[in-house]
T-cell receptor
Framework: RKEVEQDPGPFNVPEGATVAFNCTYS??????FFWYRQDCRKEPKLLMS???SGNEDGRFTAQLNRASQYISLLIRDSKLSDSATYLC?????????????FGKGTLLTVNP | DGGITQSPKYLFRKEGQNVTLSCEQN?????MYWYRQDPGQGLRLIYY???????QKGDIAEGYSVSREKKESFPLTVTSAQKNPTAFYLC????????????FGDGTRLSIL
C-alpha cells in the first residue's frame, strides 16, 4: 500500500456542484494532515489543515477519519476558480516528524 | 514580506554542466526541503535539512547536492551526474513540530539545452 493515495481523478464538474476528494494514508501514527492546492505550473499553496474534529473554511470542509485512515475535502458551490490540482499531505510522527508525504494529486476542472 | 524566494525562475543547463538553484527564506524556519515535480506527477523529495550544517537525502538524491551553511539558505546543485534534470524544482520550508505546514517558493523550471 502506498504511503498516501488519492482519488485518481480527473474530476469534471459544473459550476455550483459539490465535489469530494478522499485521501488514504498507511502510517497509523501520522500526526498532521493538510490539503494543498496547486494551479497549473505554479507552486502548491496551503488550502487548509485537517483537524480531528473536522474543520470548515467557507465552502471547504476537511475531515479526518483516523480509524479508517483517510482524510477528505468537500467543496460546495464550486467556482470556476476552484479548478486546480488538490494535494493531500501527511506528516509522520515521532522521529519522522520532519517528513511530509504528498499524494499525487487530484485534478479538478469546474466547467461553466 | 516574509516568504521563500527561489531563483532563477527559468534555467537552462548544458550537457556536462553543474547548475545551482537558489532558495532563501526569511520566515525563520528551521527545516528546508527540495522537491522535484515532473509533468503530471507528484512531488518527489530530493534533500531536506532540519538544522544548519545538517541535511539528509530524500527519495531521489542521486545526481544532486545541497548545503546548509545558513539558516536562511538551502541551495541545490544539479550535477552532471543527473541525466534527466528537466523538471520543476520546488523549495519549501516549515517550522518543526506537529501541525506545521510547509510553505513553498514559486519554483525553478530547469531544462536541458
Amino acid at each position: 500500500r502506498k504511503e498516501v493515495e488519492q482519488d485518481p481523478g480527473p474530476f469534471n464538474v459544473p459550476e455550483g456542484a459539490t465535489v469530494a476528494f478522499n485521501c488514504t494514508y498507511s502510517n497509523s501514527a501520522s500526526q498532521s494532515f493538510f490539503w494543498y492546492r496547486q494551479d497549473c505550473r505554479k507552486e502548491p499553496k496551503l488550502l487548509m489543515s485537517v483537524y480531528s474534529s473536522g474543520n470548515e473554511d467557507g465552502r471547504f470542509t476537511a475531515q479526518l477519519n483516523r480509524a479508517s485512515q483517510y482524510i477528505s475535502l468537500l467543496i460546495r458551490d464550486s467556482k470556476l476558480s476552484d479548478s486546480a490540482t488538490y494535494l493531500c499531505v501527511v506528516i509522520g510522527s515521532g522521529g519522522s516528524n520532519y517528513k511530509l508525504t504528498f499524494g499525487k494529486g487530484t485534478l479538478l476542472t469546474v466547467n461553466p | 514580506d516574509g516568504g521563500i524566494t527561489q531563483s532563477p525562475k527559468y534555467l537552462f543547463r548544458k550537457e556536462g554542466q553543474n547548475v545551482t538553484l537558489s532558495c532563501e527564506q526569511n520566515l525563520n524556519h528551521d527545516a528546508m526541503y527540495w522537491y522535484r515535480q515532473d509533468p503530471g506527477q507528484g512531488l518527489r523529495l530530493i534533500y531536506y535539512s532540519q538544522i544548519v550544517n545538517d541535511f539528509q537525502k530524500g527519495d531521489i538524491a542521486e545526481g544532486y547536492s545541497v548545503s546548509r551553511e545558513k539558516k536562511e539558505s538551502f541551495p541545490l546543485t544539479v550535477t552532471s551526474a543527473q541525466k534527466n534534470p528537466t523538471a520543476f524544482y520546488l523549495c519549501a520550508s516549515r517550522l518543526q513540530g506537529p501541525g506545521q505546514p510547509q510553505h513553498f517558493g514559486d519554483g525553478t523550471r530547469l531544462s536541458i539545452l
